[in-house]
């Protein structure tokens, strides 16, 4: 037995100990992150159920808090502009690759905002897509609010983007297209390009519980193996300690 408490053992004992430890922490954080992502969707949800209000009076209303708009419902009156049309590569509806089509919208206030009006299937890969030309002369589209994201570097050029980033497809079509765009939702209709967007899935909680599950599993058979570990060295250490014992014995 004070063979288990050399310092080789000790050295062992306290990197499983810490490695358990670390594997139950691991396990409550990514509980803690699945209450977060829980909480988000109950909040996106209420927002969705939310009655459409007019996207410069929820601008106007939200101020530097434009996050809060993110899946809020919203309308909005302008004309297209289909010479400003861009692409966001990386696309999948029904399993087929694509692109989204996001075409800014001029408004009567004279600001612009983009929208993004739905999938198309690779072969229109030419904007501005004839196939899916947007309606002519003023049109009030409704749909959901999203805040732009960044996109890479190396694509200001346009006009196919990984992302919806607003600044770099500002700059590729010459306006000022804020921080948020509206994003056209609703059942998706193949026969119709372009598909719009089915209404995002609010009831996914990501892997954060099976993965919680996992670093539990990782700290108990951590655990459980260690104690066999140390069961089979101790009774092999009592082993030979009584071997000692005989051969003293004997002499």
Same mark, same amino acid.
């Given at each position: 037995?004070?063979?288990? $408490?050399?310092?080789?053992?000790?050295?062992?004992?306290?990197?499983?100990?810490?490695?358990?430890?670390t594997?139950?922490?691991?396990g409550?954080?990514?509980?803690s992150r699945?209450?977060?992502?829980?909480?988000?969707?109950?909040?996106?949800?209420?927002?969705?159920?939310?009655?459409?209000?007019?996207?410069?009076?929820?601008?106007?209303?939200?101020?530097?808090?434009?996050?809060? $708009?993110?899946?809020?419902?919203t309308?909005?009156?302008?004309?297209?502009?289909?010479?400003r049309?861009?692409?966001?590569?990386?696309?999948?509806?029904?399993?087929?690759?694509?692109?989204?089509?996001?075409?800014?919208?001029?408004?009567?206030?004279?600001?612009?905002?983009?929208?993004?009006?739905?999938?198309?299937p690779?072969e229109f890969?030419?904007?501005?897509?004839?196939?899916?030309?947007?309606?002519?002369?003023?049109?009030?589209?409704?749909?959901?609010?999203?805040?732009?994201?960044?996109?890479?570097?190396?694509?200001?050029?346009?006009?196919?983007?990984?992302?919806?980033?607003l600044?770099?497809?500002?700059?590729?079509?010459?306006l000022?297209?804020?921080?948020?765009?509206v994003?056209v939702?609703?059942?998706?209709?193949?026969?119709?390009?372009?598909?719009?967007?089915?209404l995002?899935?609010?009831?996914?909680?990501?892997?954060?519980?099976?993965?919680?599950?996992?670093?539990?599993?990782?700290?108990?058979?951590?655990?459980?193996?260690?104690g066999?570990?140390?069961?089979?060295?101790a009774?092999?250490?009592?082993?030979?300690?009584?071997?000692?014992?005989?051969?003293?014995?004997?002499?």
């Amino acid at each position: 037995m004070r063979r288990l $408490l050399s310092p080789r053992w000790v050295a062992a004992h306290v990197f499983v100990l810490a490695v358990c430890v670390t594997c139950v922490l691991l396990g409550f954080w990514q509980l803690s992150r699945l209450q977060e992502r829980r909480l988000e969707n109950r909040i996106f949800s209420a927002r969705l159920e939310a009655e459409p209000l007019p996207l410069e009076e929820m601008l106007a209303g939200a101020g530097d808090d434009i996050d809060s $708009l993110e899946y809020r419902r919203t309308v909005v009156t302008g004309t297209y502009l289909s010479d400003r049309e861009v692409l966001i590569r990386s696309q999948v509806f029904d399993g087929q690759a694509g692109f989204d089509v996001v075409t800014p919208l001029a408004l009567p206030s004279g600001r612009a905002v983009a929208v993004d009006r739905g999938w198309v299937p690779l072969e229109f890969d030419q904007v501005p897509v004839r196939a899916a030309a947007p309606p002519a002369g003023e049109v009030t589209v409704e749909g959901i609010v999203r805040i732009s994201r960044e996109g890479r570097g190396d694509e200001r050029a346009g006009p196919i983007f990984t992302r919806v980033d607003l600044d770099q497809i500002g700059r590729y079509a010459g306006l000022d297209l804020g921080r948020v765009y509206v994003e056209v939702v609703g059942d998706p209709d193949p026969t119709a390009l372009p598909v719009v967007n089915p209404l995002p899935d609010l009831t996914d909680e990501g892997p954060h519980l099976s993965y919680a599950i996992q670093w539990f599993a990782f700290a108990v058979v951590g655990a459980i193996g260690y104690g066999f570990l140390l069961r089979r060295a101790a009774r092999r250490s009592g082993e030979r300690d009584g071997e000692t014992g005989d051969d003293l014995g004997a002499g």
